[in-house]
């Protein structure tokens, strides 16, 4: 059972908008920075939101983040099959310790 | 560009130290500034976090995996190291190393190594 709490699938067309919420305390997300993570099949995970909302370089304006008290939520506009994947949120907690999400499947229809 | 290399047994014998390095390459170590990780992820579950060694050299490790967990830089070869002491099958995972630019920041990932904890 992760601190952080994702809903453990997520699905949509392509051309929708889909969320994935992220979910956690006052010591984690409610004070620190949330960054959000893409695992596509096989491969190692990759930074997708960073610092709540911002993107690396290379990430499509598809993709966006919010937070907002202990919550945290990834948008993904546009759906594209290519998007389909894991999607891990993570956070700084204030016991000093790092956190993940428990991970959400994102299935293209 | 960074970038980072898993190695080490893939496979350990339960109760033994499971010992991986990860080479850096594309940028130095002891440049300052950035956090370098480990993560982990059990067959077909999500990412656990290990721990974290600063430049500077302080560390930060799981709380559930702090009495077993050793996480050291050697500059000169431009590597990072984790021992994960007395494994068990549990411990059966896919080993990432990652640059932090700060706290879960992980810029840069490895492809990660497998290490199966078995007899």
């Known amino acids: 059972q992760s601190v952080l709490t994702q809903p453990p699938s997520a699905s949509g067309t392509p051309g929708q908008r889909v969320t994935i919420s992220c979910s956690g305390s006052s010591s984690n997300i409610g004070s620190n920075y949330v960054y959000w993570y893409q695992q596509l099949p096989g491969t190692a995970p990759k930074l997708l939101i960073y610092?709540?909302?911002q993107r690396p370089s290379g990430v499509p304006d598809r993709f966006s983040g919010s937070k907002s008290g202990t919550s945290a939520s990834l948008a993904i506009s546009g759906l594209r099959s290519e998007d389909e994947a894991d999607y891990y949120c993570?956070?700084?907690?204030?016991?000093?310790?790092?956190?993940f999400g428990g991970g959400t499947k994102l299935t293209v229809l | 560009q960074v970038q980072l290399q898993e190695s080490g047994p893939g496979l350990v014998k339960p109760s033994q130290t499971l010992s991986l390095t990860c080479t850096v390459s594309g940028g130095s170590i002891s440049s300052g500034g950035y956090y370098w990780s480990w993560i982990r992820q059990h067959p077909g579950k999500g990412l656990e976090w290990i721990g974290y060694?600063?430049?500077?050299?302080?560390?930060y490790y799981n709380p559930s995996l702090k009495s077993r967990v050793t996480i050291s830089v050697d500059t000169s070869k431009n590597q990072f190291s984790l021992k994960l002491s007395s494994v068990t099958a549990a411990d059966t995972a896919v080993y990432y190393c990652?640059?932090?630019?700060?706290?879960?920041?992980?810029?840069?990932w490895g492809q990660g190594t497998l290490v199966t904890v078995s007899s």
């Open positions: 060694i600063y430049y500077s050299g302080s560390t």
């Open positions: 990652a640059r932090g630019r700060g706290l879960q920041f992980l810029d840069y």
């Open positions: 993570a956070a700084w907690d204030d016991s000093l310790s790092g956190l």
């Open positions: 610092r709540n909302n």
